[in-house]
């Protein structure tokens, strides 16, 4: 058990906020592929990064890697081999996913397997329409990992995606680059598009139409090693976002945070919630970059639905905090990809915040909750559930409580910010 301790006097400072995770996988993935050296600075060192990087090594690619620095030798498509060892995927369903795209393609078969959670988490997203390329992929009967891949010759398709996610979409565009003509893949909602952009910039014939969800992928059969600086996750950057709105006399800086429009919907939250939020954009090549400062604020209720969803994905388990701190009630549908997430967060954030003496209300697809600025704590033992983004949320949550608090499994907050209990006591005032 870890304990959280309440925070009464207030958070303040400044942080540099570490590389982001969606960037960090991909820069691995794209030097993998290409040809010569692709250098890349602020890489994020998590669990789940580490095990995309491990799992190129595994293949064949050389790379070598101190801290947030990462030096890849790549020798193009054709620099990854077989390995007789099932790759380890760990927590990581963005490992697992894109790589399943990338590997159907390779003239060789691949095993995958993960951690009790990652085996849990639904496959056929990706492999069914990964079968139009002529991709093939045997998984287990409940549609999870283990997978075994078949490397095959990859043809071009048009699919249409059935659900909203980054990595299926990401996972198709790495299986098209390999076909041998242009495909089209259809989104159901614009996602995060950090891989059409980076792919841009190694060299690749990709393009998004004006709809901003009908994306044309060329075959890539060279890339080029490229160097890459992983801007800040705001995925991180919200945690501390959330803890200086609601934990009272705060004032708090982030920067050099990714800006990204599919990646900004809680800077939109934020604001409709009525908090003091001042975002301070700066020139940037390809994926835009500020800094953020906020200060505690009094908060109104929220309502989210289908449309807002993919750009707070990641954040969701935060609005239902900001929501459990606003006088009123917020609403958050369209929102059912939460139950597939590294834990059910439609289960385990209603769980943990009643706790906090929170009134929430599960729906299939989201949460009914009915905010306070003062909660009554009714079990101080507090559970990630092995899921990072619940244990930092909770964390976050105990600043504003009026005792200390207990968190199990805190250890799953280095899947994606291993420094995270080390950066939060950054901001605590000296007494
Ligand atoms: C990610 C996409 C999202 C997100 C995940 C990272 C990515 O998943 O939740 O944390 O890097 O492409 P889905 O694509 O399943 O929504």
Redesign the pocket.
């Given at each position: 058990m870890t304990q959280l301790l309440p925070a009464p006097t207030g958070l303040a400072g400044t942080l540099a906020i570490p590389g982001d995770?969606?960037i960090s996988?991909r820069a691995v993935m794209l030097g993998a592929i290409s040809q010569g050296a692709t250098q890349i600075h602020h890489f994020l060192a998590g669990e789940d990064c580490l095990r995309t990087l491990q799992a190129f090594r595994k293949l064949g690619v050389q790379i070598e890697q101190a801290q947030d620095e990462v030096l890849i030798h790549g020798q193009g498509w054709a620099g990854l081999h077989a390995t007789n060892h099932p790759l380890q995927m760990g927590n990581s369903?963005?490992t697992t996913?894109?790589m399943m795209g990338l590997l159907a393609g390779r003239p060789f078969a691949s095993q995958m397997i993960g951690d009790a959670s990652l085996q849990k988490r639904p496959m056929k997203r990706v492999t069914e329409p990964l079968k139009a390329f002529g991709g093939q992929v045997r998984l287990s009967p409940a549609g999870t990992l283990p997978a075994t891949i078949t490397g095959q010759i990859l043809h071009p398709a048009t699919v249409e995606l059935q659900v909203?996610?980054?990595?299926?979409k990401?996972a198709l565009i790495l299986a098209a680059l390999q076909a041998d003509g242009p495909s089209t893949i259809i989104e159901k909602l614009p996602?995060?598009n950090?891989t059409e952009l980076m792919l841009r910039q190694f060299g690749a014939d990709i393009t998004t139409a004006s709809d901003q969800r009908t994306i044309t992928v060329h075959p890539a059969p060279h890339l080029q090693g490229q160097t890459v600086t992983v801007p800040g996750d705001i995925?991180s950057a919200a945690f501390f976002l959330v803890a200086g709105a609601i934990v009272p006399h705060s004032q708090i800086t982030l920067t050099g945070v990714n800006l990204n429009p599919t990646r900004t919907g809680i800077l939109n939250v934020l604001q409709q919630m009525g908090a003091q939020l001042t975002v301070t954009e700066y020139p940037s090549a390809s994926e835009p970059i500020g800094d953020l400062t906020i200060q505690s604020s009094s908060l109104k209720p929220i309502n989210l639905g289908p449309v807002d969803i993919?750009a707070v994905?990641?954040e969701l388990p935060l609005v239902a905090l900001l929501a459990a701190c606003a006088q009123g009630t917020s609403k958050i549908t369209g929102a059912s990809?939460l139950r597939v997430?590294e834990t059910d967060r439609i289960a385990t954030v209603s769980a943990e915040l009643r706790k906090l003496g929170v009134q929430v209300t599960e729906l299939p697809d989201g949460m009914i909750i009915t905010g306070r600025p003062h909660w009554t704590i009714k079990n101080t033992q507090l559970d990630s559930h092995g899921d990072h983004r619940i244990g930092m949320m909770l964390a976050i949550a105990a600043l504003k409580a009026d005792r200390p608090l207990a968190l199990g499994h805190a250890d799953a907050v280095a899947v994606s910010y291993p420094e995270f209990f080390t950066d939060l006591a950054r901001f605590r005032k000296k007494a």
């Open positions: 995770k969606s996988h369903g963005t996913r894109l909203a996610s980054a990595q299926v990401s996602t995060r950090h995925s993919p994905i990641d990809e997430k």
